[in-house]
């Protein structure tokens, strides 16, 4: 298996424009995770999903903020409209229905607002 | 509500010396709680993980981590440091039961030097 392939690895928008970043999960994988790292921060949970449901979106930043899961093997995480403070990385992770700690992160998407 | 702290945002060691980077951990249940390590321009790896089982726990590459409930501290030690431990250590949080054992709380993370 290729892993959790996340794109695009950056993406260099402006103030206001809307950013879509993508996530392919594990083939298998029931579980899907988006976190948000910053220096600030470090790393925090945005929203998960069980078997393409969102369960947990406690940790979305604002309204801009939204993520879907359409199928098992696709997931993204829209923000619209974005402002620089929205600057980090965004990781995509999964994993199968047992242990929690047994998550699988992608590559991670390196957002730039300007 | 569970929660980690990790002391310490930047840690320096020279090549061969201890290396500890510390968390303490908060939680309203039974915690479990792992070691995540973080390489440049990658996701992030498990390291090892505490599920009440043995207090101490030995993870990969010579690193190890112990359970202090009297001090609610899980640190992160490893004897003798190596050039290729700098990295990004993370320490999370998951707790028993329901949703909380669906999801990883991290901490902000503890940035290590290795000096040669």
């Known amino acids: 298996d290729a892993g959790v392939i996340q794109s695009p690895r950056h993406e260099v928008t402006e103030m206001g424009q809307e950013v879509t970043l993508r996530c392919k999960p594990i083939s298998g994988h029931d579980y899907l995770f988006w976190y948000r790292q910053t220096m600030m921060r470090g790393l925090e949970l945005l929203i998960y999903?069980?078997?393409?449901?969102?369960?947990?979106d406690s940790g979305m930043p604002e309204d801009r903020f939204s993520a879907k899961m359409p199928n098992a093997s696709f997931s993204t995480l829209k923000i619209q409209p974005s402002e620089p403070r929205d600057s980090a990385v965004y990781f995509c992770?999964?994993?199968?229905?047992?242990?929690?700690?047994?998550?699988?992160f992608g590559s991670g998407t390196q957002l730039s607002v300007l | 509500a569970q929660s980690v702290t990790q002391l310490g945002s930047h840690v320096s060691v020279s090549e061969g010396a201890l290396v500890l980077l510390r968390c303490n951990y908060s939680?309203?249940?039974?915690?479990?709680l792992f070691w995540y390590v973080q390489y440049p321009n990658q996701g992030l790896q498990l390291l090892l993980k505490y599920t009440s089982a043995a207090t101490l726990v030995k993870g990969i590459n010579g690193f190890e981590a112990e359970f202090k409930k009297s001090e609610t501290s899980f640190h992160l030690t490893k004897p003798s440091a190596h050039m290729s431990d700098a990295a990004e250590y993370f320490c999370?949080?998951?707790?028993?039961?329901?949703?909380?054992?669906?999801?990883?709380?991290f901490g902000t993370g503890t940035l290590l030097a290795v000096q040669p």
């Open positions: 999370a949080v998951s707790g028993l039961g329901g949703g909380a054992t669906n999801k990883l709380i």
């Open positions: 939680s309203s249940v039974p915690p479990y």
């Open positions: 999903f069980n078997n393409n449901v969102p369960i947990d």
């Open positions: 992770a999964s994993r199968s229905g047992t242990g929690v700690e047994k998550l699988f």
